[in-house]
């Protein structure tokens, strides 16, 4: 939509530069017949979500500031006839290039090899400086994948959801980078999408994150190829992406179970069998996870089971479904007398590994509506919490999702609309 301006880089002490720009300033040379406007709404949580997600370490975008702009905007939130002028605001955000693999791809649509030869080798020599050599292009590309892959992985630890997953929301940095309709997983489904645009095939549900990011990342390869004619060399690069994600994701889950290793086909099937356990019970993923730090050792029946895990869940789970629950835990906790690491050292990886506090969009949703109003505390309190998503500090909002934001616009339902 042509709405981006960037204003300049700005060089930070450690030498390096950020770019700094603006998003919802006005209309650009790019706008074609968009207003080059945004709305608070979208505003508040691009702002607020970059930043936590830089507080939970996942690789992302910053956003240095939010203003309102005092004008109206019209917007159709879901596309369906229904426009409505909305408060206007602008963000600034930054990272150190906003380079996306569709900058890539457009060049190369167009045959223009010399393009798109400058941009590669000004990618390479800004942000992968140490890359040199006869074979570069194939080095950055195989670095990007390696990014690609931890950047998606990081998504999974926390239950973060993008939403867009297209190739022009994909950073050759590796960063999450434009943030519209996403959500992080309240109630464990792999097969949630919180895009309503989405919703027909559910190309960027939760569970299908990594292999979108795989199909994009052959894209990129086949923008490359105008510069390295050995296809087969793109080729073996790209087939890197599934060893360094299963080996990434292996080691993020022994993290959030407080392994010390995801070490051979008992542990594999462990890890298999959360991910099916979860699916069938849908607890809250944060909550879940957060239990099982504390999980006690008299958990003697499944009712014990049950009345544990309660506040994470939603609904009773199915009686079969409580006994393969029930079952799980005990072969975990067997699995746990087995680490070779400390109880202590155990417990501070799934404390490092598991959020306590997320930005939850039923928070953002009330959050967006209080400042309509022209009251700003919730917003200010989730302005600090998400600086704190490891502690116990802002346990008012440790709780599952109120059931009012199950089928409520704006919580459980978004589009690009912004």
Same mark, same amino acid.
């Given at each position: 939509?042509?709405?981006?301006? @960037?204003?300049?880089?700005?060089?930070?002490?450690?030498?390096?530069?950020?770019?700094?720009?603006?998003?919802?300033?006005?209309?650009?040379?790019?706008?074609?017949?968009?207003?080059?406007?945004?709305?608070?709404?979208? %505003?508040?949580?691009?702002?607020?979500? %970059?930043?936590?997600?830089?507080?939970?370490?996942?690789?992302?975008?910053?956003?240095?500031?939010?203003?309102?702009?005092?004008?109206?905007?019209?917007?159709?939130?879901?596309?369906?006839?229904?426009?409505?002028?909305?408060?206007?605001? /602008?963000?600034?955000?930054?990272?150190?290039?906003?380079?996306?693999?569709?900058?890539?791809?457009?060049?190369? !649509?167009? +045959?223009?090899? *010399?393009?798109?030869?400058?941009?590669?080798?000004?990618?390479? &020599?800004?942000?992968?400086?140490?890359?040199?050599?006869?074979?570069?292009?194939?080095?950055?590309?195989?670095?990007?994948?390696?990014?690609?892959?931890?950047?998606?992985?990081?998504?999974?630890?926390?239950?973060?959801?993008?939403?867009?997953?297209?190739?022009? +929301?994909?950073?050759?940095?590796?960063? @999450?980078?434009?943030?519209?309709?996403?959500?992080?997983?309240? +109630?464990?489904?792999?097969?949630?999408?919180?895009?309503?645009?989405?919703?027909?095939?559910?190309?960027?549900?939760?569970? #299908?994150?990594?292999?979108?990011?795989?199909?994009?990342? !052959?894209?990129?390869?086949?923008?490359?190829?105008?510069?390295?004619?050995?296809?087969?060399?793109?080729?073996?690069?790209?087939?890197?992406?599934?060893?360094?994600?299963?080996?990434?994701?292996?080691?993020?889950? &022994? $993290?959030?179970?407080?392994?010390?290793?995801? $070490?051979?086909?008992?542990?594999?099937?462990?890890?298999?069998?959360?991910?099916?356990?979860?699916?069938?019970?849908?607890?809250?993923?944060?909550?879940?996870?957060?239990?099982?730090?504390?999980?006690?050792?008299?958990?003697?029946? *499944?009712?014990?089971?049950?009345?544990?895990?309660? !506040?994470?869940?939603?609904?009773?789970?199915?009686?079969?479904?409580?006994?393969?629950?029930?079952?799980? /835990?005990?072969?975990?906790?067997?699995?746990?007398?087995?680490?070779?690491?400390? #109880?202590?050292?155990?417990?501070?990886?799934?404390?490092?590994?598991?959020?306590?506090?997320?930005?939850?969009?039923?928070?953002?949703?009330?959050?967006?509506?209080?400042?309509?109003?022209?009251?700003? #505390?919730?917003? =200010?309190? =989730?302005? @600090?919490?998400? #600086?704190?998503?490891? %502690?116990?500090?802002?346990?008012?909002?440790?709780?599952?999702?109120?059931?009012?934001?199950?089928?409520?616009?704006?919580?459980?339902?978004? %589009?690009? !609309?912004?």
């Amino acid at each position: 939509d042509g709405r981006a301006i @960037t204003l300049g880089e700005w060089q930070i002490p450690e030498g390096n530069t950020w770019e700094l720009q603006l998003k919802g300033a006005g209309p650009t040379a790019y706008s074609r017949r968009a207003d080059g406007r945004a709305v608070l709404r979208s %505003s508040v949580r691009e702002y607020l979500m %970059s930043e936590a997600m830089h507080y939970l370490g996942v690789p992302t975008t910053r956003a240095l500031a939010l203003v309102t702009t005092g004008d109206k905007v019209m917007r159709d939130m879901f596309y369906d006839g229904r426009a409505a002028y909305e408060p206007g605001a /602008i963000v600034m955000r930054t990272a150190p290039c906003f380079l996306r693999f569709g900058n890539f791809e457009m060049l190369a !649509s167009r +045959n223009e090899v *010399e393009n798109l030869t400058q941009l590669v080798n000004w990618t390479i &020599a800004e942000f992968y400086p140490h890359i040199n050599g006869d074979n570069k292009i194939l080095q950055w590309f195989g670095e990007v994948v390696e990014r690609t892959a931890t950047m998606i992985v990081e998504w999974l630890r926390v239950g973060f959801v993008h939403g867009v997953m297209n190739t022009d +929301n994909m950073s050759v940095l590796g960063l @999450t980078i434009d943030y519209g309709p996403f959500s992080f997983l309240d +109630n464990y489904d792999p097969d949630f999408t919180p895009n309503t645009t989405d919703l027909p095939g559910k190309r960027y549900a939760f569970g #299908k994150q990594a292999n979108i990011a795989y199909w994009n990342l !052959s894209r990129l390869a086949n923008a490359l190829v105008l510069l390295v004619p050995d296809t087969k060399e793109l080729e073996s690069q790209l087939k890197t992406y599934e060893d360094f994600y299963w080996q990434k994701y292996y080691s993020m889950m &022994a $993290n959030k179970l407080g392994l010390d290793g995801v $070490n051979d086909d008992d542990d594999l099937k462990l890890v298999a069998e959360f991910e099916n356990i979860l699916t069938a019970v849908q607890p809250d993923m944060t909550i879940f996870y957060q239990l099982l730090i504390d999980l006690p050792k008299q958990l003697a029946t *499944e009712q014990d089971v049950l009345d544990f895990f309660r !506040s994470s869940l939603y609904e009773d789970p199915k009686p079969e479904d409580l006994t393969q629950l029930y079952t799980l /835990i005990k072969a975990y906790q067997a699995r746990l007398t087995a680490n070779i690491c400390t #109880k202590e050292d155990s417990v501070s990886r799934m404390k490092k590994a598991n959020p306590r506090f997320i930005l939850r969009n039923y928070l953002l949703h009330t959050a967006i509506e209080e400042l309509q109003r022209g009251e700003n #505390k919730l917003f =200010l309190k =989730l302005q @600090t919490a998400l #600086k704190e998503p490891y %502690s116990k500090s802002n346990d008012e909002f440790f709780e599952i999702r109120p059931g009012w934001a199950t089928q409520q616009a704006g919580c459980s339902m978004l %589009s690009c !609309s912004s």
